[in-house]
């Protein structure tokens, strides 16, 4: 009698590598007990073929609880920049800057940290697919933490959700502050349990109270049944309470009864019932000015944010802005089922040019309509252009990527000169005034500064779509006006 067939069984992988080289990124998974090695040589798990990286350059040790890196003697080196610090507890960690690794010296990582590998960058993070645990504990961490302050917010995070205090989550829409929630809730002993998202914006008043508290049968008109609220609804869970700041003044008398007494009082009932739920929220607004002008109560106010998360805008986060458009744009790619596109340095500078007034949100769905635009072809300037910069869509405004040329009426800026707005025809720019990514670096202050006025000149004022000419961010190009003493011109 033969010997049964079986099948080995699948491998443990909790863990994959994001690396993001020659404007492309793809993910690899790490198998649990199998290391792997990163390398210009062709035994390599993850090959980099350029010449500032060895032959085996680094491993990766990969665990049922974590990754360990160490570097095997290579001859440039390994930094290794730091994400989160919450699983370690240390503030040293989340305030070091990148380090460079010890030769043959395993050191243990954590979902959100980063390697340098010559010109590659290659990021941990938990694998997407798998159990419901690993994908607690991926939101946990959000997919790229470069920054120091966001490292900061994230380290601050994980000691307020040790505990039972109320948090207060601060900043502009789109900044992340629905993430920063879940990772107050993904880290809490309430892990396991329920996680409610409502925003208080999106009903009204008396759909709201009856939402969050419930209602008993024949309360008003429609109660036709006994209702559970979301809040008793939410036992041993995590209430997220979303621009909290638009909360009609009567809804928050009751929510302050709901977190002094941590019970709620269904709409058409005497009874109050216990719960135990833990509140997060978040708004964009100054609660201080809310307070003053009459519009939010204050001991509300005082009671919700027991302790302030602020999450800085993503114009402040300038190291983040390539990877998170890369992680974007592989998790896009990869749901469409295409091969991840490649996005090219003109686009990069353009996106590190914007301001971002719609943040992680905003960059989000660019590179997703940037995807659309590009089909299979790389990801340019053109395709990530933001809508604000596209203010006029039957105006002239003819790019040509190769010499990074616009052609656009002259209007006066106030630094050179009035320049009229032609009547029915745009003035093209001459070449002595063509403004090229290609040309040489300016010889002196005195060039840069004419460079600067002629590519504002060209673009009508707009500083951000000047930074883009340039290939600087806007801030460095404010930086200069001010060094220079250039007015700063508005855009007409």
Known sequence: MSEPLTEPPPPDVRFELLVSSSGKSRAVPLPVGRAASVGRGDENLIRLDYPSVSRLHVQLHPGVEGVEVEDLGSSNGTMLIRGTSAASGSDDRVLAGPQRLDPHQRLPLQVGDALRIGPALISLQMRRRGSHSALRAAVAVPPVLLDAGMRKAYELAGRAAATDISVLILGETGVGKEAMAQAVHGRSPRHSGPFLLLNCAALSETLLESELFGHEKGAFTGATATKVGLLESTQGGTVFLDEVGELPLGTQAKLLRVLEERTVMRVGSTKPRPIDVRFVTA????????????RFRGDLYYRIGGFVLQVPPLRERQVEIEPLARHFLHEFCTRLAQPVLELT???????????????????????????????????????????????????????????????????????????????SQSTKMSEEGAI????????????????????????????????????????????RLERWKLPRPQKR
């Open 436 to 479: 090229s990514a290609s040309s040489k670096a300016p010889a002196n202050d005195n060039e840069e500064r004419e460079r600067l006025i002629r590519t504002l000149e060209l673009c009508g004022g707009n500083q951000t779509r000047a930074a883009g000419l340039l290939g600087i961010s806007r801030r460095t190009l404010i930086n």
């Open 345 to 423: 340095p003109s686009a990069i500078a353009a996106l590190h040019a914007h301001d971002w007034p719609g943040n992680v949100r905003e960059l989000k769905n660019l590179i997703e309509r940037a995807v659309l635009f590009a089909g299979t072809s790389p990801i340019t300037s053109e395709h990530v252009m933001p809508d604000s910069l596209r203010e006029d869509p039957n105006a002239p405004d003819d790019f040509d990527e190769a010499t990074m040329r616009f052609q656009l009426p002259r209007i006066s800026t106030g630094l050179g000169g009035e320049s009229k707005r032609g009547d």
């Open 283 to 294: 708004t964009n607004r100054d609660l201080g000015r809310e307070v003053r002008a009459g």
